[in-house]
């Protein structure tokens, strides 16, 4: 080395130095100015003696894990429906009010639950935080099915109104098989699967469940069920034997689900501040004066509840979320959800997500990445696409995969290269495996009088467009292009979860599990919720997770260029298009897909 490159080389590391002193005062002085606004500002409520008894929430709709991107000044001119209330937003209220100590718990107005299991047990794992700190949580749910009692099982005490009925039945699954319905319009479905077991076209193949199907819904029943009812005997003191017997004999009306041990009190919401008072919430008792708790809601509470400050290290987590069927091109979101496979619902494009990961990958001040997935699967090529770009940012940062209600099929291919997958235990998942389908229309056409006259070049031109069934040399090339793609899948998986690749097929094939059975299969690492993702994600980053600090936490959303506004479309023309096969024809048919065969929903 010259002497002029000593010099520079001197000259870099003086610099370097004298940046890392001034970023080290800047942050004395940004953590003397937090500190000291926090502690005026609790100054402040103590004096005037700023404190309630609870803390009311309403808590209902989809529940979805993150909080989507902020509007625009446009977007929020429009009278766009107001945002869902998200888990993101719910766990960082539980947070402070844990922490604070004017405040003696949390009532929760329970109702509309619009979610599945494993969002549930995120819920319950909220509820749980909030009294290991000591704080007492009320529900109060004028609905007694599954998903609401489950969750207000998690708390302190539960009231329903007078009016309310126990309805807790249990678990139900139906398939609608659709091969008869489509063959009198006219159309019939070739779908080649890698086994019996990769069901996700047999609702348009077959006219019956088969038995393997069968096996899968009872598996996933049995192991729900257990689930649910092994932890409502433990929240309520009852033995699990006696939950199963008490489900299979309700309804109940409030009074006998009181008598058997199932709720705690009967009583309007009207009545719910006397019913909640403690005798000293009354300041001057009188003999006509019942006391009453004074129950605050969110927006009040934020201007009373004692803070805490804590530290916010200039590295952070970031998180990508990946939801709905996973498409080639661009995330999309229709403006209206249709009950159509693979119609309706947000998509997740290969293209916008990559680009996230891209982004993530070059962001220096990112420690480790969650990617959150909540996908059933879709195009096997655009999860590959987006498995590479994963794999590609884990050689260089920690990543996290946390499994949302559903990420199972193509929605677990993408996260297969991370360092840790973290599920809940009802998380849905696995389904590894492959499928083509294919509709021909020709007896639809004849029933319509539509004579379609076609030409081609290539004998193979219409390969993926006929409209007659599939010849049997098509078969035999379908099956060679799914086994090709689902030995790439399992491959994936083997380098991805260490376990040998011949191992592999009794847990894979198109098998589907809960997050606790893929857990015993090697698939997942472990349980937990998002809060416990965030900490994780930190501790692999070796970034501080003490009380005196928090751990930053920032999503990335796609690019303003890459956002479309939904346009409008008539819902009976896109029935039209999905039963004519011309949907399938542009996004998925006869493509290798990574689909999840059914969704068993909690009712």
């Given at each position: 080395?010259?002497?002029?490159?000593?010099?520079?080389?001197?000259?870099?590391?003086?610099?370097?130095?004298?940046?890392?002193?001034?970023?080290a005062?800047?942050?004395?002085?940004?953590?003397?100015?937090?500190?000291?606004?926090?502690?005026?500002?609790?100054?402040?409520?103590?004096?005037?003696?700023?404190?309630?008894?609870?803390?009311?929430?309403?808590?209902?709709?989809?529940?979805?894990?993150?909080?989507?991107?902020?509007?625009?000044?446009?977007?929020?001119?429009?009278?766009?429906?107001?945002?869902?209330?998200?888990?993101?937003?719910?766990?960082?209220?539980?947070?402070?009010i844990?922490?604070?100590?004017?405040?003696?718990?949390?009532?929760?107005?329970?109702?509309?639950?619009?979610?599945?299991?494993a969002?549930?047990?995120?819920?319950?794992?909220?509820?749980?935080?909030?009294?290991q700190?000591?704080k007492?949580?009320?529900?109060?749910?004028?609905?007694?099915?599954?998903?609401?009692?489950?969750?207000?099982?998690?708390?302190?005490?539960?009231?329903?109104?007078?009016?309310?009925?126990?309805?807790?039945?249990?678990?139900?699954?139906?398939?609608?098989?659709?091969?008869?319905?489509?063959?009198?319009a006219?159309?019939?479905?070739?779908?080649?699967?890698?086994?019996?077991?990769?069901?996700?076209?047999?609702?348009?193949?077959?006219?019956?469940?088969?038995a393997?199907?069968?096996?899968?819904?009872?598996w996933?029943?049995?192991?729900?069920?257990?689930?649910?009812?092994?932890?409502?005997?433990?929240?309520?003191?009852?033995?699990?034997?006696?939950?199963?017997?008490?489900?299979?004999?309700?309804?109940?009306?409030?009074?006998?689900?009181?008598?058997?041990?199932?709720?705690?009190?009967?009583?309007?919401?009207?009545?719910?501040?006397?019913?909640?008072?403690?005798?000293?919430?009354?300041?001057?008792?009188?003999?006509?004066?019942?006391?009453?708790?004074?129950?605050?809601?969110?927006?009040q509470?934020?201007?009373?509840?004692?803070?805490?400050?804590?530290?916010?290290?200039?590295?952070?987590?970031?998180?990508?979320?990946?939801?709905?069927?996973?498409?080639?091109?661009?995330?999309r979101?229709?403006?209206?959800?249709?009950?159509?496979?693979?119609?309706?619902?947000?998509?997740?494009?290969?293209?916008?997500?990559?680009?996230?990961?891209?982004?993530?990958?070059?962001?220096?001040?990112?420690?480790?990445?969650?990617?959150?997935?909540?996908?059933?699967?879709?195009?096997?090529?655009?999860?590959?696409?987006?498995?590479?770009?994963?794999?590609?940012?884990?050689?260089?940062?920690?990543?996290?995969?946390?499994?949302?209600?559903v990420?199972?099929?193509?929605?677990?291919?993408?996260?297969?290269?991370?360092d840790?997958?973290?599920?809940?235990?009802?998380?849905?998942?696995?389904?590894?495996?492959?499928?083509?389908?294919?509709?021909?229309?020709?007896?639809?056409?004849?029933?319509?009088?539509?004579?379609?006259?076609?030409?081609?070049?290539?004998?193979?031109?219409?390969?993926?467009?006929?409209?007659?069934?599939?010849?049997?040399?098509?078969?035999?090339?379908?099956?060679?292009?799914?086994?090709?793609?689902?030995?790439?899948?399992?491959?994936?998986?083997?380098?991805?979860r260490?376990?040998?690749?011949?191992?592999?097929?009794?847990?894979?094939?198109?098998?589907?599990?809960?997050?606790?059975?893929?857990?015993?299969?090697?698939?997942?690492?472990?349980?937990?919720?998002?809060?416990?993702?965030?900490?994780?994600?930190?501790?692999?980053?070796?970034?501080?997770?003490?009380?005196?600090?928090?751990?930053?936490?920032?999503?990335?959303?796609?690019?303003?260029?890459?956002?479309?506004?939904?346009?409008?479309?008539?819902?009976?023309?896109?029935?039209?298009?999905?039963?004519?096969?011309?949907?399938?024809?542009?996004?998925?048919?006869?493509?290798?897909?990574?689909?999840?065969?059914?969704?068993?929903?909690?009712?």
């Amino acid at each position: 080395m010259t002497e002029n490159e000593q010099d520079l080389s001197k000259a870099r590391r003086w610099l370097r130095g004298v940046g890392e002193r001034l970023r080290a005062a800047r942050q004395v002085v940004v953590d003397a100015w937090g500190r000291g606004r926090v502690n005026a500002g609790n100054w402040l409520r103590r004096r005037r003696k700023l404190k309630a008894d609870f803390v009311v929430m309403r808590v209902g709709g989809p529940l979805p894990q993150r909080s989507g991107p902020p509007r625009n000044f446009w977007q929020r001119q429009l009278p766009l429906p107001p945002e869902p209330l998200s888990m993101e937003v719910l766990n960082a209220r539980c947070h402070l009010i844990a922490a604070a100590d004017n405040v003696r718990g949390v009532l929760l107005i329970l109702t509309g639950l619009e979610t599945g299991l494993a969002t549930l047990q995120c819920l319950r794992t909220s509820i749980t935080r909030l009294r290991q700190a000591g704080k007492e949580v009320v529900v109060f749910t004028p609905n007694l099915d599954l998903p609401h009692y489950y969750v207000a099982c998690a708390a302190n005490r539960i009231i329903v109104p007078p009016g309310a009925q126990f309805e807790v039945l249990g678990l139900y699954a139906e398939t609608v098989f659709l091969k008869d319905a489509l063959a009198n319009a006219g159309i019939h479905a070739d779908v080649i699967q890698i086994s019996p077991y990769k069901t996700a076209g047999d609702p348009l193949s077959r006219a019956d469940m088969s038995a393997e199907m069968r096996q899968q819904l009872d598996w996933l029943l049995d192991d729900r069920f257990d689930m649910l009812t092994a932890d409502i005997a433990t929240d309520r003191g009852i033995g699990q034997e006696e939950i199963k017997r008490l489900i299979d004999t309700a309804p109940y009306f409030p009074a006998q689900a009181q008598a058997n041990g199932l709720i705690d009190d009967v009583a309007y919401e009207d009545e719910l501040a006397h019913l909640l008072a403690r005798p000293e919430n009354s300041e001057e008792p009188a003999a006509d004066k019942r006391p009453e708790a004074r129950l605050v809601t969110w927006r009040q509470a934020r201007r009373l509840l004692l803070r805490r400050y804590r530290r916010r290290t200039r590295r952070y987590i970031g998180v990508i979320s990946l939801e709905g069927t996973i498409i080639m091109g661009s995330s999309r979101r229709p403006p209206i959800e249709l009950p159509i496979p693979l119609v309706g619902g947000q998509m997740a494009g290969d293209e916008t997500i990559g680009e996230m990961l891209r982004l993530a990958e070059r962001d220096d001040d990112m420690a480790a990445l969650i990617l959150h997935v909540d996908s059933g699967g879709g195009s096997a090529l655009a999860s590959d696409l987006i498995h590479r770009q994963m794999a590609r940012l884990a050689q260089h940062k920690k990543v996290i995969v946390y499994m949302g209600d559903v990420a199972a099929s193509g929605g677990y291919y993408v996260g297969a290269a991370a360092d840790h997958i973290m599920t809940q235990p009802g998380t849905t998942t696995g389904s590894i495996g492959v499928i083509m389908a294919r509709l021909s229309t020709a007896g639809l056409y004849e029933k319509l009088d539509i004579h379609p006259v076609a030409l081609q070049r290539g004998a193979r031109a219409n390969l993926y467009r006929g409209t007659e069934p599939m010849t049997a040399a098509e078969q035999e090339l379908f099956t060679t292009n799914i086994q090709e793609t689902y030995r790439q899948f399992k491959q994936v998986v083997a380098d991805g979860r260490e376990i040998p690749i011949d191992a592999l097929d009794p847990i894979c094939e198109g098998r589907v599990w809960t997050g606790r059975q893929a857990r015993a299969h090697r698939l997942v690492d472990s349980h937990g919720d998002f809060v416990d993702a965030v900490r994780l994600a930190a501790e692999l980053a070796e970034l501080p997770t003490d009380e005196e600090h928090a751990i930053s936490v920032a999503d990335y959303y796609p690019g303003s260029k890459d956002y479309l506004l939904p346009r409008p479309y008539d819902a009976p023309q896109a029935l039209v298009a999905w039963l004519t096969g011309d949907w399938l024809r542009a996004h998925l048919q006869g493509k290798p897909l990574c689909l999840l065969p059914y969704d068993i929903n909690i009712r």
